[in-house]
């Protein structure tokens, strides 16, 4: 069993910052694709980004409502992955998911794969 708990969220203005943190416990982290989606009220569960590390070789994905201006990281020490959103947008306002798929996942920006999933974090972002 993995358990994620996810930290960071908040109200910040449009043009703000902030960064999320996903903790992990339960298995051996380096072999997780880690993922962010968000959800906003009445919408789809939208992907965020996602970073996979295979053989030494990390890769991330964006999508495409974030890239350019969100970055996610991992520190397999500490069993944490990080989303640094910059340039935060009143459309960025959703509750934001972290989650944890076993091994090199093939579609990490399918919610499906993920097996596992965090409470949850509420970002806000006011015009």
């Known amino acids: 069993q993995v358990h994620l708990v996810e930290s960071g969220g908040g109200l910040v203005q449009a043009g703000g910052s902030l960064r999320l943190s996903c903790a992990a416990s339960?298995?051996?982290?380096?072999?997780?694709?880690m993922g962010w989606f968000r959800q906003a009220p009445g919408e789809e569960r939208e992907f965020v980004a996602a970073?996979?590390?295979?053989?030494?070789?990390?890769?991330?994905y964006y999508g495409d409502s974030v890239k350019g201006r969100f970055t996610i990281s991992r520190d397999n020490a500490k069993n944490t992955v990080y989303l640094q959103m910059n340039s935060l947008k009143p459309e960025d306002t959703a509750v934001h998911y972290c989650?944890?798929?076993?091994?090199?996942?093939?579609?990490?920006?399918?919610?499906?794969?993920?097996?596992?999933w965090g409470q949850g974090t509420q970002v806000t972002v006011s015009s």
């Open positions: 339960g298995r051996t982290f380096s072999s997780f694709t």
């Open positions: 989650a944890a798929a076993f091994g090199v996942v093939t579609t990490p920006t399918n919610p499906n794969p993920y097996a596992y």
């Open positions: 970073i996979r590390w295979s053989g030494g070789n990390t890769n991330t």
